[in-house]
């Protein structure tokens, strides 16, 4: 990793604890990348950014939660990117996830996979800031402070987002299939 683009490391114990305290995180970090941009190759380049940017500004890193100081970083990032390449997906819009047991037979993991795959669709047709509330809290598990803190939004508004976010989704996924048509 040469962050300053000229073959030199910053200072190897500095290189150390950024690697033990961020690089933990690059999988939450790639997951929230994913769903923001919709895109696996755009998400690799946007995380690569957020850790080139994290690592250009670890010096300032304070401790506390590496993993929301992380995020905070890569939705910065997304957003940059977004508003570089796609900045018609970033129109304001003011207007419970269950885990899927395993089932034993073919014809279960069938129905499975077609449910997980419903959800994938009816998630990546959510207007941005009601997807990433979503992931943030339902897929990575952060508490409603914690996104609120990432996304540096009242806490109110965390739960404004998240109460419509679950309600266009659970709209998207009762609705028959005869209507998307």
């Known amino acids: 990793m040469h962050p300053d ?12 604890q950024f690697e033990q305290i961020v690089l933990s995180h690059l999988d939450a970090a790639y997951n929230l990348a994913r769903w923001l941009t919709r895109d696996e190759h755009d ?13 250009r500004f670890f010096e300032g890193f304070r401790g506390g939660d590496s993993r929301a100081w992380l995020l905070t970083i890569v939705r910065h990032t997304c957003y940059t990117w977004l508003q570089k390449n ?9 207007e419970g996830l269950e885990d899927v047991e395993s089932g034993a037979g073919p014809e279960e993991l069938l129905l499975q996979s077609a449910d997980q795959q419903t959800l994938r669709a009816a998630l990546d047709e959510l207007p941005v800031e009601f997807r990433e509330v979503i992931i943030l809290r339902e ?9 609120a803190a990432i996304a540096g939004i009242p806490l109110g508004t965390v739960m404004s987002r998240l109460a419509r976010a679950r309600k266009q989704l659970q709209q998207r996924l009762t609705q028959p299939a005869t209507e998307e048509a």
């Not at 683009?5 to 150390?16: M, R």
């Not at 796609?86 to 003011?94: C, G």
């Open 43 to 55: 998400a690799e380049d946007v995380v690569q950014e957020a850790f080139l940017r994290a690592f």
């Open 5 to 16: 683009g000229k073959g030199n490391l910053a200072d190897p114990s500095q290189l150390a």
């Open 86 to 94: 796609r900045a018609h997906e970033l129109v304001s819009f003011d």
């Open 139 to 147: 897929l990575e598990g952060l508490s409603y402070k914690e996104i």
